[in-house]
């Protein structure tokens, strides 16, 4: 049997204390990284609470309903919408959306219009997807002359500026750069469910 003079006894008393601090202190940081995660995940927009979900995407619900955005409302006030663009999306039971079929930013509009009609099946909005001419996709030709009060026809385009705006009848939404059309598209949706003023 091993004796342990008092020196070793309290030599290792203080080993233990210091692995038990050093244990206690990587505890700690785990749960306060885990704290500050979930903190720093979570951001309110006018009320609404808005989790960021893996992969950079958005999620609220919003009238009872789940929906996912690409961005936080917040960071699209850089993209003008007008009022009379707004109001003629509210409660809606179809939306007509067209482009030119040879846009520079077609695959991203293509994109944006996917998950355009993806978050409004959910709302009950009938998305109806066209080109603004022939096309060999055998699309329908929708245009902004097609537009009417019961069914708003939003026209996809490249341009110098980024914005929304109610042209005569119809609402063109402008993208300057690629990816502001994923920012089109989520101010549009941000609209059609009530989120922007």
């Known amino acids: 049997m091993k004796f342990r003079t008092e020196e070793q006894k309290r030599l290792l008393s203080k080993k233990n204390i210091v692995s038990l601090f050093i244990v206690a202190i990587m505890v700690f940081s785990v749960i306060g990284f885990m704290l500050g995660e979930n903190a720093s995940t979570t951001h309110k927009y006018k009320g609404i609470k808005f989790s960021l979900l893996p992969g950079n995407q958005w999620e609220a619900k919003i009238n009872s309903?789940?929906?996912?955005?690409?961005?936080?409302?917040?960071?699209l006030d850089y993209i003008n919408i007008s009022a009379d663009a707004v109001s003629r999306l509210k409660d809606k039971v179809q939306i007509d959306i067209t482009s030119d079929a040879n846009d520079s930013k077609k695959e991203y509009i293509a994109a944006a219009e996917y998950y355009l009609s993806q978050e409004m099946n959910k709302e009950a909005i009938f998305l109806r997807v066209g080109f603004t001419g022939k096309n060999d996709y055998n699309f329908s030709?929708?245009?902004?002359?097609?537009?009417?009060?019961?069914?708003?026809?939003?026209?996809?385009?490249?341009s110098n500026e980024t914005k929304i705006s109610l042209v005569e009848n119809c609402i063109v939404a402008e993208a300057a750069k690629t990816e502001d059309v994923m920012g089109l598209k989520d101010k549009l949706i941000y609209a059609m469910l009530g989120v922007l003023d």
């Open 141 to 158: 030709t929708i245009k902004c002359t097609d537009a009417t009060e019961a069914v708003p026809v939003v026209y996809f385009k490249s």
């Open 65 to 75: 309903i789940q929906h996912q955005f690409d961005n936080f409302p917040g960071d």
